[in-house]
C-alpha cells in the first residue's frame, strides 16, 4: 500500500511512535528531498536504511506510475521535509494514481502547520479554506477573488515576500481585518503575531525569518445588501472569473440568489 506520513514540522518530539515504528521496518520511502529523510532518520535514532526515492514537484507526474506498481507488493512510505504529504507537497498526484489503480492509501496522522496555526490564531476555528502559498504573480487580483470569504483564511508565505503578501492583504481585506502572522511553529523561536492587517503589515514591513504561516479573519456576513454583493461581482469578474462562477460564489457568501445577482451584474455592466 501507499502510507502517507506525517513528520514533525520542526520539533523532533512530535514524531509519533507509529511514524517511528513503520520507519524502522521500512523498505521503500518515497521523500520529497532524500537527504532531509535521511536526517530524519538519523535524528530519531532509526537504525533502518530503507531504500530512498525521491519525489518532488519536477517528477510526481512521471514517478507516480513507477511507485504505483511498486506499492502493489511493498508498502511505499511517503515522507515531506515537514508535515503532511499532499499538503502544499508532492503526494496528490501519487494518490490520484493509486487509487485509479486500486492500490490501497492509508496515511499515518501527525504535525500540521496549517490546523496548529489555525488553532493558535485566536480566529474562528468551525469554518476555515486552506488557499497554500499566495501566488506569486497577480497576487492581488488573487485577493480580490477571496474578499468576500466568510470562513477564516490561511495561506503559506515565504519569508522574503511576507512583507508585500501582508500589505496586499490591508489592501484588498481593509485594514481592520484581524489576522494571525504563525512563525516557526513548534519551534525554539516559535512566534504568533495577533492584530488587524493594517498592524501585522506594518509590524513585518522588514520582513521576517523562518516558515510563516498567515490566518486571516473571514468576511463579515453581507446578506441582502444587494448593492455591495453586485459590487463584489463585478469585481471578481474584473480579476478574471466568469458572471457566472462570481455570481455564484457571491450568492453562497451572502445569501442572496444566483440569478438574482447575475442579471443585476450584469445590468450593471451594460453601458449606461
Do not use: W
Not at 508535515?83 to 496522522?109: F, K, N, Q, W
Not at 496555526?117 to 497554500?132: N, Q, Y
Amino acid at each position: 500500500m501507499i502510507v502517507l506520513a506525517a513528520t514533525p514540522i520542526g520539533n523532533l518530539g512530535d514524531a509519533s511512535r507509529r511514524l517511528i515504528e513503520t520507519l524502522e521496518a521500512a523498505e521503500h520511502v518515497v521523500a520529497e528531498d532524500t537527504r532531509t529523510a535521511a536526517h530524519l532518520l538519523r535524528a530519531l535514532g532509526i537504525e533502518n536504511r530503507p531504500r530512498l526515492l525521491a519525489l518532488h514537484e519536477h517528477n510526481e507526474r512521471a514517478k507516480s506510475a513507477e511507485l504505483v506498481e511498486l506499492a502493489r507488493d511493498h508498502d511505499v512510505i511517503v515522507l515531506t521535509d515537514a508535515g503532511m504529504p499532499g499538503i502544499s507537497d508532492p503526494g496528490y498526484v501519487l494518490v490520484e494514481a493509486a487509487i485509479a489503480a486500486g492500490v490501497t492509501v492509508t496515511a499515518l496522522p501527525g504535525p500540521s502547520a496549517v490546523l496548529t496555526a489555525l488553532v493558535l490564531s485566536g480566529l474562528p476555528t468551525d469554518r476555515f479554506a486552506f488557499e497554500g502559498f499566495l501566488p506569486r504573480k497577480g497576487r492581488a487580483s488573487h485577493l480580490r477573488a477571496l474578499a468576500a470569504e466568510q470562513r477564516t483564511i490561511i495561506f503559506f508565505e515565504a519569508p522574503h515576500r511576507i512583507d508585500a503578501a501582508l500589505a496586499d492583504l490591508r489592501d484588498v481585506f481593509g485594514p481592520d481585518r484581524r489576522a494571525a502572522v504563525c512563525r516557526e511553529l513548534t519551534k525554539k523561536f516559535e512566534e504568533v503575531a495577533r492584530g488587524t492587517l493594517a498592524v501585522l503589515a506594518e509590524r513585518f514591513a522588514e520582513g521576517a525569518r523562518g516558515e510563516i504561516v498567515i490566518v486571516v479573519e473571514g468576511a463579515p456576513a453581507r446578506s441582502g445588501d444587494v448593492p455591495a454583493a453586485v459590487a463584489e461581482v463585478l469585481s471578481r469578474v474584473a480579476a478574471g472569473e466568469r458572471l457566472k462562477d462570481a455570481a455564484s460564489a457571491v450568492a453562497d457568501a451572502t445569501g442572496l440568489g444566483t440569478r438574482e445577482l447575475y442579471a443585476a451584474a450584469l445590468a450593471a455592466k451594460r453601458p449606461g
